[in-house]
């Protein structure tokens, strides 16, 4: 909402500062969005007066002026062609900043001619495009007096940012009101008196709506203007709209737009002699057609209040009027339309018909409904004074709604919602001054809010309106009372895991991103894909259209867009959501990284290796310890999701859980995404892992063996498909008691190994509790595991 | 006699002259060892009689020690040129880079995230999260949102398709359906952050269509518009790091609170430079207000008996105000070169009293 502070003055009577304005509208809830003082910009520029122009002695295009400024006379060269001797312009010193050129004027010669300053056109001084001579000011512009007050352009324009509460103060009149309630003025009584009319109105406002759809438009009112002039509209009402940002049109529209802003009252104007017969009120015909003012032909819809003459339908209600009956500068009688319109009605069509006006924003922000009343005779005062012509009585249709309602508001809230200690007696005051009636003075106040106020519904809207006008500066920081010394756990089991499992891929060397939820189709369509229900209705672009399947899809995205960057190298993760379907239980926790390139920065110290499925396991099974999941316990399956390569992927599972899956990215989907592989990947989802049993775990007792533990090697043959998790747990089961560790660490294929066949290499420690092991105890415990693991694997023991 | 300081003397100068530890050793044994001349001519002492025995026993004892303490000396000066060449010979460039062994980094929201956890936890706050997918009540309805409320439109909402039935689920626009869910399921008193994506259909240098918030909910019997400053104002001059970082509540409007007000922080702007503290400007940063009586009472909660404050906040603004980052789009593309700068590394989790 923008305003000059002259027009703020025709409502307001104040002494105040422009900045005690502003800071006052910011501190009673209107946020000041920015204040052009156009006066401040073109100090520099005065009015100055041509005493003598002669043409420049060495060049053909330039006049040499002798300018007397009011306070000197300054010579100037000078290639207007328009300069001449006697005329009034505007002068800008040496040293004065000139917006058209973004240049300071300095003193100098132009062509052997001493030039100390210029005279300016408007372009230069940033002010059109105009640039055909110096600016030409009338014979009575006093000389020495800034410019910009001889341009009316002295006027600062103030922009405030209205919420949607406060949709009285859409109009400039509401923005005094509140001024004034805190203490920067006062309110000037507004003249909305009754304006005579002196004869019947040959056009009728007529009111045709369901009996359950009254409220569409619940009263209409209007005026016939006959033998009207319809000019342009004088400066100082052009000056104001152009201030504001509006094109002025003609006396008759401009009215129409300055008592929207003045008085937040939307007003149509119809060429009467285009109107055939009586204007009703009606809910459109499906599928008819309007051209609107904005040029654009709309259809509507049967939810839709039109306003409707017997030709069809000549205007939107609320939203926009209709071009083929609206005024132009040949219209001669004119009907005015001041209506009332359900807000959300309003609010629907507009969204429907995707138009932003002026009027919608109004109505649907909710108009005070008395606006029909005075609204009339506002804008026949204006008529009359603007256009002339004769003024026809008052016709309307419907009735006011009654929206006289009464709140009750105990003084003591004030203080017990907001904090500040207020007098019940100041209180009546403020609310008295925003034009809220109040009844009472003990005990609870009886308050009845004002028509132009639909947003005061209850107690706490009255406590704020007390709390905003008294002022917030006034509101004491109090500390929150602790509920117990000492804070209590701030995070749930299941929220502390996700911290500690980007602790621990951070600590293994990988970047967190934080990627959007959602993914393009084609991408989630590699991950599994998105459902209907997982899809946007209205995307932000089609690379975003649905949620997406896994983290996964973002961060080999992301991938690839790094390797084009030239860091193909990478390590990333991700915890965040996937989504599955649109219940809250649709929605996972999952921590998911991907490695790709080689696994170390290429160095002097060691060989550079590729990534491999290992690396993703090993990231998989380090998130899952961070989330106290039983590592050691999970077993693997082959069975991963199809986006990792089927023979170098697996799943940890805890029974039937599935807790995490790892693995190369399939090739297809590298190829897809243009990721340079390779590139591993894995899923980690942290709802699958079991929570730790409430109360403090403790660790199980730590038992320190006196006797030095012993270790054997064994190599077995098996087949090659034999897991080594297979092997591996028959060789710990064979003694658990004995047997502390058993470690792989040799596979081999190749020369010696017949085909079909691989050689596992394990090692085993031994770790005795009560004395030495003899050989023969080794023996045994060596000929157990070799028992156990040929049955479980059918591998021999190589010789 | 003559023989023997001979030998003595011979050996010593072999022994001074070994020219490595491998021939000093030679030289041991052949004069100590079990086939050396000095230990052959020991043996042959049990021929003689018990003086000359001892007399000449002691005289080859002398001589023994002797060429032993040669030995050893010997054997220490050639130890430590060995040693020395050794040292010399190992000697590598210590200006070549130690192993990479890069670590990683957090993303400054999860940062950000932590800050706002470890400083709101100290205040008595629990974190509570919600679903992303919500439902018109949650997202709107309850929060005093009615449909075709100005406020609905301007949040410029993601739905997802409709179901059979027609209606559209939301991508949550804020955090607050949290507070309705929460509200839902406890009784007062509730004192909750609630730290989490949100979504809105805007995409420029300045609005991401996915973002983070962080909301504050606290319903009690007597918690007033003091305490919300109080909380907001220990929050940020603890977040910040500036202890008399001056805060200003302007009257503002949210439909889910009664009455509201905008916060802004103080700040300059001289010489171009953001600077966050006491100065001439303000900064605003964040939205709150009283619980609106629908709002609780859309919860079940009696607003005669029951009354808090809600705040909410951008958790990327704070986070670029804080640490300077420039542009908010970046926060969301994962590149490396980001993130390795502007990341944080994982060695202490945020903690007020740890300071950090």
């Known amino acids: 909402m923008k305003f000059t502070l002259n027009w703020l003055k025709d409502h307001l009577e104040t002494e105040a500062s422009l900045r005690e304005i502003t800071d006052s509208l910011s501190m009673i809830g209107l946020e000041v969005e920015g204040v052009e003082d156009r006066a401040e910009a073109l100090k520099a520029f005065t009015v100055a007066q041509v005493k003598e122009a002669r043409q420049h002695p060495n060049a053909d295009r330039l006049r040499v002026c002798i300018v007397d400024t009011g306070e000197q006379e300054v010579q100037v060269v000078c290639g207007a062609p328009n300069a001449r001797s006697g005329m009034k312009g505007v002068f800008a010193p040496v040293g004065s900043y000139i917006p058209g050129t973004d240049m300071t004027l300095k003193a100098g010669k132009i062509r052997g001619e001493e030039s100390n300053g210029m005279l300016v056109s408007e372009r230069e001084m940033g002010l059109s495009d105009e640039h055909e001579g110096i600016i030409d000011l009338p014979e009575d512009a006093p000389l020495g007096a800034p410019f910009a007050a001889v341009a009316g352009l002295d006027d600062p324009v103030i922009e405030i940012a209205i919420t949607p509460n406060r949709g009285d103060c859409l109009g400039v009149r509401g923005i005094a009101r509140d001024l004034a309630a805190a203490g920067l003025g006062t309110l000037k009584a507004l003249d909305s008196g009754p304006v005579e009319g002196s004869f019947e109105s040959p056009i009728k406002w007529r009111r045709d709506l369901p009996a359950d759809r009254q409220g569409a438009c619940p009263y209409v009112a209007g005026r016939y203007f006959r033998g009207v002039k319809n000019g342009p509209s004088p400066k100082w009402l052009q000056d104001r709209l152009r201030a504001i940002g509006l094109r002025p049109i003609s006396a008759l529209v401009d009215i129409t737009n300055y008592v929207t802003f003045d008085l937040n009252r939307p007003l149509h104007v119809f060429d009467a002699d285009k109107v055939k017969g009586d204007v009703v009120m009606r809910f459109a015909e499906e599928g008819a057609e309007i051209l609107a003012l904005d040029g654009e032909t709309y259809r509507l819809d049967g939810e839709m209040v039109a306003i409707h003459d017997d030709a069809g339908p000549e205007g939107i209600g609320g939203v926009m009027g209709g071009e083929l009956s609206g005024c132009t500068e040949e219209t001669q009688n004119v009907f005015l339309e001041v209506a009332l319109f359900d807000p959300v009605m309003v609010a629907k069509t507009g969204r429907k018909l995707g138009i932003i006006s002026d009027a919608r924003y109004r109505f649907e922000r909710g108009l005070d409904p008395q606006s029909a009343v005075w609204g009339v005779e506002v804008a026949a005062r204006l008529v009359r004074e603007l256009c002339g012509g004769e003024t026809s009585h008052v016709v309307s249709a419907g009735e006011l709604p009654d929206t006289q309602r009464q709140v009750s508001l105990r003084p003591e809230r004030v203080r017990d919602l907001g904090g500040i200690e207020v007098p019940a007696e100041r209180q009546k005051e403020i609310l008295e001054r925003l034009g809220f009636a109040v009844e009472g003075s003990n005990g609870a106040l009886t308050v009845t809010p004002p028509s132009w106020r639909p947003d005061a519904e209850g107690e706490a809207c009255l406590v704020e309106e007390v709390m905003r006008i008294h002022g917030y500066d006034h509101i004491p920081e109090v500390d929150l009372p602790r509920e117990s010394y000492l804070p209590s756990a701030v995070l749930t089991p299941a929220q502390r895991r996700v911290s500690a499992a980007r602790t621990a891929l951070a600590w293994r060397g990988m970047m967190e991103g934080v990627t959007f939820s959602f993914v393009s189709e084609r991408e989630a369509a590699l991950f599994g894909g998105a459902s209907q229900a997982m899809h946007l209705d209205n995307p932000i672009s089609a690379d975003l259209n649905v949620m997406r399947p896994t983290p996964l899809a973002n961060l080999a995205v992301a991938a690839a867009r790094n390797a084009d960057r030239g860091y193909g190298d990478l390590a990333l993760f991700e915890v965040g959501p996937q989504y599955h379907d649109d219940t809250p239980q649709g929605q996972a926790t999952v921590a998911a990284g991907l490695r790709s390139g080689e696994e170390a920065r290429r160095t002097w110290a060691a060989a550079p290796r590729p990534v491999d499925v290992f690396d993703a396991k090993g990231d998989a099974e380090a998130v899952l310890r961070a989330c106290d999941a039983p590592v050691d316990k999970l077993q693997v399956t082959r069975d991963a999701a199809p986006w990792y390569h089927p023979g170098r992927s697996g799943v940890l599972r805890l029974g039937p859980k599935v807790l995490a899956q790892f693995g190369e990215l399939h090739p297809r989907v590298l190829k897809a995404l243009d990721v340079r592989g390779p590139a591993v990947a894995f899923e980690a989802f942290l709802d699958a892992v079991p929570l730790p049993r409430a109360g403090r775990q403790k660790p199980s007792l730590l038992e320190l063996s006196a006797f030095q533990p012993v270790s054997r090697d064994f190599a077995f043959l098996v087949d090659e498909e034999v897991s080594a998790e297979k092997l591996l747990r028959a060789a710990r089961g064979a003694d658990k008691t004995l047997i502390s560790d058993v470690s792989l660490f040799d596979v081999y294929q190749g020369k010696g190994v017949e085909p079909g066949k691989k050689s596992l290499a394990i090692a085993v420690t031994l770790q005795p509790r009560d004395a030495t092991l003899t050989d023969q105890q080794i023996e045994v415990v060596a000929q157990r595991i070799v028992q156990q693991v040929t049955s479980a694997t059918g591998g021999t023991l190589r010789g | ?356």
């Open chain 2, 1 to 356: 006699m003559d023989n023997l300081e001979q030998l003595q003397s011979s050996l010593i100068d072999r022994v001074a002259s070994a020219a490595d530890l491998e021939s000093l050793e030679k030289l041991r044994v052949q004069a100590l060892g079990k086939k050396g001349e000095l230990t052959q001519r020991l043996k042959t002492l049990g021929s003689l009689s018990p003086e000359e025995r001892k007399e000449a026993g002691q005289s080859l004892n002398k001589v023994k020690e002797a060429v032993n303490a040669a030995i050893e000396t010997r054997r220490g000066t050639l130890e430590e040129a060995a040693l020395e060449a050794r040292l010399a010979e190992e000697t590598v460039d210590v200006s070549l880079p130690a192993r990479p062994a890069e670590m990683g980094r957090i993303h400054p929201i999860s940062q950000t995230w932590e800050e706002l956890v470890a400083i709101f936890g100290e205040m008595g706050f629990s974190v509570a999260e919600g679903p992303h997918i919500e439902d018109d009540f949650h997202n709107f309805t309850a929060l005093n949102i009615p449909e075709e409320h100005p406020a609905r439109q301007d949040m410029d909402t993601f739905y997802l398709r409709p179901a059979a039935d027609g209606t559209r689920k939301v991508l949550r626009t804020h955090t607050s359906p949290v507070q309705i869910r929460t509200m839902l399921a406890e009784k007062p008193p509730i004192r909750i952050i609630v730290p989490g994506r949100t979504f809105r259909a805007d995409h420029d240098a300045t609005h991401s269509p996915m973002f983070h918030q962080v909301e504050g909910l606290v319903v009690d019997k007597t918690t007033h518009m003091g305490h919300l400053k109080g909380t907001l104002t220990a929050f940020c001059r603890a977040y910040f790091g500036v202890a008399d970082l001056p805060l200003r509540f302007r009257p503002s409007y949210f439909p889910f609170t009664e009455p509201s007000a905008e916060v802004d922080i103080g700040c300059s702007r001289e010489g171009g430079e953001l600077k966050i503290g006491p100065g001439k400007d303000w900064l605003e940063i964040l939205g709150c207000g009283m619980v609106h009586p629908k709002v609780l009472a859309n919860c079940g909660i009696d607003p005669e008996e029951y009354q808090g404050f809600a705040f909410g906040m951008g958790i990327e603004r704070i986070a670029m105000l804080k640490y300077g980052f420039p542009d908010l789009r970046i926060f969301y593309e994962t590149d490396l070169r980001w993130l390795k700068h502007y990341g944080f590394v994982p060695l202490e989790q945020p903690s007020l009293v740890r300071g950090s």
